[in-house]
Each structure stands twice: as structure tokens, then as C-alpha cells.
């Protein structure tokens, strides 16, 4: 059975860090793509990172570009968000998201639960 | 910053059918593939519709996908009251490079 399990969330000052760990299980972790999607509290889903298989492709959402750092250990079946500089519109669920394995389409096929970032003095 | 517009609700009585619409532009649902998730209160989005009309297994065939020029519909028959929640469209944009969501319709069942 997949599984993706989100931790690391909490609360934390403006400007401040926070990193976000993502286990996997159930599947060949080394083989998918992975994904960062959040959720600010009452709105829609916003796409945030995506980082290929081996680690060597990344791609940011512009909202978080320079902030934050997708990054992952196939070794540890894991994938991570270390989130710099925060701000309060960062509060948000984020959620580890399974990429498809297709050649022709983009989607995701699995999602973990979901940890809460608040950003608040 | 969601690119692919959504109406905000939908509903219908049980038994209806109802029609999410969701508009998008040439780099994304002009280019690529449209997958669809259902969100039910308090938690994670499941994957409903992937490729723009194929269902993963386990899927009701109630909920069907369809995808003409920049804009994809989801339509779900037979309404069922265990329906009622939040539906996102999504694609990847080729300009952005990276996922592009829609605005999301919460769908009540009256």
C-alpha cells in the first residue's frame, strides 16, 4: 500500500525556517517524481515544487522561488521542504504528492495527509 | 496563484447530473493533460479523473472527464450526497513550468 506521511510542520515567527519531511512507503521511491502542493486555511490547492526521480530536475512556483528548497534521499525513501524566510502567507497544509508514472501525462495519483505550517509573531 | 478558473458552486438534487467547467489557456490545458481531484471535508485531495477522461480503478463511472481545446469539464451522474465536497482541475503549464490548479467548486447536494 502507498503511504505518504507528512511531519515537520508547526508554528514559526515571520522570517523564520522550518523543513518538512515527507516518508514514503509502499512503492519504489527512487523511480517517481515527487511533489510539494499547499493549502492556505478556507482556500485552493497551489502547486509549490516538484523534484524528478534522481533529484536532478527541480522546478518552484514563483510564490516560494528563492525561499524554499525541495530536496530528497532515495536512500531514506524521503523528500523535503526546507521553507527560509517565511511569511505569513505561507500558512498553509502542505501536502507530499506521488507523481504519476507517465510519459505523456502529469498528475498525482497519491497524497500524503498533510502538515499545517502557521506563520505567526 | 490558481491560472485555470472554476466556477465557485455547483449542486444538484440527489439522482441530477452536474457539470464542473474549467478554463484554462494554451500552455496549459492547450498543451497537456487535465487530471481532476475531489477533496471531501477535512481531508486530502484523491485523485478522480487523470488523462482528462480516464478514472483510476476504484473510481465510481458516475464521474467522467472530458477535455476540448483550453478548457475540461467533470461531470458527476447519478448525484450522491457522499459527493458533496471540493473539486480542483489540474495541469502542468509549460510557460510556468511547474502545476497549475483551478479555483476549485464546492458541489452541495440539496
Known amino acids: 500500500e502507498v503511504q505518504l506521511v507528512e511531519s515537520g510542520g508547526g508554528l514559526v515567527q515571520p522570517g523564520g525556517s522550518l523543513r518538512l519531511s515527507c516518508a514514503a512507503s509502499?512503492?519504489?521511491?527512487?523511480?517517481?517524481?515527487m511533489n510539494w502542493v499547499r493549502q492556505a486555511p478556507g482556500k485552493g490547492l497551489e502547486w509549490v515544487s516538484y523534484i524528478s526521480s534522481s533529484g536532478s530536475i527541480i522546478f518552484y512556483a514563483d510564490s516560494v522561488k528563492g525561499r524554499f528548497t525541495i530536496s530528497r534521499d532515495n536512500a531514506k525513501n524521503s523528500v523535503y521542504l526546507q521553507m527560509n524566510s517565511l511569511r505569513a502567507e505561507d500558512t498553509a497544509v502542505y501536502y507530499c504528492?506521488?507523481?504519476?508514472?507517465?510519459?505523456?501525462?502529469?498528475?498525482?495519483?497519491?497524497w500524503g495527509q498533510g502538515t499545517l505550517v502557521t506563520v505567526s509573531a | 496563484q490558481s491560472v485555470l478558473t472554476q466556477p465557485p458552486s455547483a449542486s444538484g438534487t440527489p439522482g441530477q447530473r452536474v457539470t464542473i467547467s474549467c478554463s484554462g489557456s494554451?500552455?496549459?490545458?492547450?498543451?497537456?493533460?487535465v487530471s481532476w481531484y475531489q477533496q471531501l471535508p477535512g481531508t486530502a485531495p484523491k485523485l478522480l479523473i487523470y488523462?482528462?477522461?480516464e478514472r483510476p480503478s476504484g473510481v465510481p463511472d458516475r464521474f467522467s472527464g472530458s477535455k476540448s481545446g483550453t478548457s475540461a469539464s467533470l461531470a458527476i451522474s447519478g448525484l450522491q450526497s457522499e459527493d458533496e465536497a471540493d473539486y480542483y482541475c489540474a495541469a502542468w503549464d509549460d510557460s510556468l513550468n511547474g502545476y497549475v490548479f483551478g479555483t476549485g467548486t464546492k458541489v452541495t447536494v440539496l
Open positions: 488523462s482528462n477522461d
Open positions: 494554451s500552455s496549459n490545458i492547450g498543451s497537456n493533460t
Open positions: 504528492a506521488r507523481e504519476a508514472k507517465s510519459y505523456t501525462d502529469n498528475y498525482f495519483d497519491y
Open positions: 509502499g512503492f519504489t521511491f527512487s523511480s517517481f517524481e
